[in-house]
């Protein structure tokens, strides 16, 4: 449920990286959309699509080669990078496909990290984090370290840490990669209750058709370029995929 | 936080830490053995040097003796001089000693109550001469070597004859009482009230000692004397070039001790750079979830001071507790073969203690200065990307 406020504006973005040899290479072009303050939004494309180079840009991570990405109106390319760290931990929370940990700390440790970087004192920022481990149901694993966690404690652990500062959107860069279909769906589930229920804006970056219809808008990447599809017209163009899909394995069958 | 994580990161890499630790323990270890050994030398021999004397002392001798003379007024007018405090003058002749029927001859002192203080006059046994008495004397163990005494004690309240002769070629002989007997000089010497002299017919000083107020003074003082006409010499020109000598000898030690440090150094950047390389996917999650790069360049920085400031305390702590140790087994052994007197090989001034742990705050500062940049400028998207 969005408020109808935009909170990231990206206008006329492109992003081009250099190769080895000194050619470069175009890997957005002009991109440009919105994401409204409480909405779902879902970035797709098949792999090397630029994905990920896109959701870094939203984040403030890399800097377009062109364009403006806002946030509430401020340029965030305007601000340093140090600003831009502090920008981070204040306003986003981030789950990936593989979550690194600080593998020194523990899991209560390293959910708090945002809070800290936030300039939170010690105790109320473990504080927090223990209260936001409940929230996602894992608080029996405070005390353990990361790397005796499953995959899906592991994901579930890197969402309370999304969640603890509180941010105003948290991005979700496929963050079902390395999940069975029961935790994927799960995680998921937790993002849209976030969404629904919190009115949390979320950006959820997958390849997973069957998710694509969960969203506010569908933001579709190919070769590039970047169409955007809201409302109604996200259930037809899933459904367009998903038959496009089934011909093309109904294809390798017959060889 | 950044303190608290940097104790958590070398905590639990334990092993790595312990190691990096030792080295630094004994590279700075070394050095602050070899330096407070080359200060507790030097405090040493200075000590021999200046002894009970205070060193803010000036020699006085005449310049030319047949043309200016140390006499009392002479002594006066030196006193008035600015910054003088005091003067003592002494009175040094050849003379003649007569003990048990066996007659010596020999270089005599007739000194004052301020010049024994000055002159570290050390009595091995007996006490020393009442300067205000003409019928003590103070003698020296190669005295009593030429005289056939070996026992220095039957020596004391032993009499003697001493036989002084002034300048008119006459001669005095007084009856004197061996009180004390001391170690210093390498010929037969004897000290005796400067009145002794006096009633010789002795009036003219051979040496005088300036005291000085304050060491600075020391210069303006000898410039005035001199400008009397006199010839100076100070204790602090021996002192000056014993200084000079450690100096050098100083730089040695540290370069030597540097080696080790050296070592040590290049370990402890050699720990900070494969702690880099294995955190860098944590420093770009630090950096993506909000870290700024100077938090990643300060965690480093934190690392790297613990480090040298745990290793240096325990580097100076053991190498003092050595230098204790050193000291005790060889007072011992001294004290074995009847040197009484304690001594000191290893000095531990707190300047030395604090500028070495100082020291280590900088080097700790310098040796991370690489690996923090580096962890300041980890790019998070290419380091998480990589797998």
């Not at chain 1, 779902?40 to 959701?55: A, D, E, H, Q, R």
């Not at chain 1, 927090?128 to 790397?147: C, D, T, V």
């Not at chain 1, 569908?218 to 995929?241: C, Q």
């Not at chain 2, 009230?193 to 009633?199: D, L």
């Amino acid at each position: 449920m969005t408020s109808g406020k935009p909170l990231i504006e990206v206008r006329n973005m492109t992003k081009s990286f250099k190769l080895p040899g000194g050619d470069e290479i175009e890997v957005l072009h002009n991109v440009d959309f919105e994401i409204l303050d409480g909405s779902f939004t879902i970035i797709y494309g098949p792999s090397g699509s630029g994905k990920s180079t896109l959701l870094n840009a939203i984040i403030g991570l890399d800097e377009p080669t062109s364009g403006t990405v806002t946030y509430e109106g401020k340029d965030l390319y305007a601000m340093s990078q140090n600003d831009r760290a502090h920008f981070r931990a204040f306003t986003m929370g981030m789950v990936q496909q593989t979550n690194n940990w600080v593998k020194s700390l523990n899991v209560l440790e390293n959910v708090a990290l945002p809070l800290h970087f936030m300039g939170v004192n010690h105790d109320s920022a473990l504080a927090q984090a223990k209260n936001s481990l409940q929230r996602i149901g894992i608080e029996m694993h405070a005390k353990k370290f990361p790397s005796v966690l499953s995959g899906g404690e592991q994901q579930r652990a890197a969402m309370a840490r999304a969640l603890v500062n509180n941010p105003a959107y948290i991005v979700a860069d496929e963050p079902t990669g390395n999940l069975d279909s029961k935790n994927s769906d799960n995680l998921i589930n937790l993002l849209r209750y976030l969404n629904t229920e919190f009115g949390r804006t979320i950006v959820l970056v997958t390849h997973n058709l069957e998710y694509l219809s969960i969203g506010d808008k569908l933001l579709l990447i190919e070769d590039g370029n970047v169409t955007e599809i809201k409302g109604k017209d996200i259930r037809a163009t899933t459904t367009h995929m998903l038959t496009d899909m089934r011909k093309r394995i109904e294809g390798w069958a017959k060889v | 936080m950044i303190v608290r994580m940097a104790i958590q990161n070398l905590r639990f890499k334990r092993f790595r830490s312990f190691i990096t630790i030792l080295g630094i323990v004994i590279g700075i270890g070394s050095i602050f053995m070899l330096v407070s050994f080359g200060i507790g030398l030097q405090q040493l021999v200075q000590g021999e040097i200046v002894g009970n004397e205070s060193i803010n002392t000036v020699d006085i001798t005449p310049a030319n003796s047949k043309l200016l003379k140390l006499t009392s007024d002479n002594l006066d007018q030196v006193r008035s001089i600015a910054h003088v405090t005091d003067v003592s003058g002494v009175f040094i002749g050849a003379s003649k000693v007569t003990i048990d029927g066996a007659a010596a001859d020999l270089v005599a002192y007739g000194i004052d109550s301020l010049y024994m203080k000055l002159s570290n006059i050390t009595i091995a046994h007996g006490d020393g001469i009442d300067a205000t008495a003409s019928d003590q004397i103070v003698v020296n163990t190669s005295f009593l070597e030429s005289a056939g005494i070996g026992d220095t004690e039957k020596a004391l309240n032993k009499e003697v004859e001493l036989t002084l002769t002034n300048a008119t070629g006459k001669t005095n002989v007084t009856k004197q009482r061996i009180v004390g007997v001391v170690d210093s000089g390498a010929g037969s010497e004897v000290f005796v009230a400067a009145e002794v002299f006096k009633q010789a017919g002795i009036d003219t000083f051979t040496q005088a000692k300036a005291v000085v107020d304050e060491r600075e003074n020391i210069s303006d003082v000898r410039r005035s004397i001199e400008s009397l006409g006199y010839a100076t010499a100070s204790p602090v020109d021996t002192l000056d070039q014993v200084n000079e000598v450690f100096r050098f000898f100083n730089i040695v030690l540290i370069s030597l001790g540097s080696i080790g440090m050296v070592i040590a150094v290049l370990g402890m950047l050699n720990t900070l750079t494969v702690s880099l390389l294995e955190r860098t996917k944590e420093i770009a999650l630090m950096i993506a979830i909000g870290a700024r790069p100077k938090d990643m360049r300060r965690l480093f920085t934190v690392e790297a001071v613990i480090l040298s400031l745990l290793g240096g305390a325990i580097g100076i702590a053991v190498a003092m507790a050595l230098g204790f140790i050193i000291d005790a087994i060889l007072n011992q052994y001294a004290s074995g073969r009847g040197i009484e007197d304690g001594f000191s090989l290893f000095a531990h001034p707190p300047l030395l203690i604090i500028g070495a742990l100082l020291f280590m705050v900088v080097v700790g500062v310098i040796v991370s200065f690489v690996p923090a940049q580096r962890a300041a400028k980890i790019n998070p998207i290419e380091a998480l990307r990589q797998e």
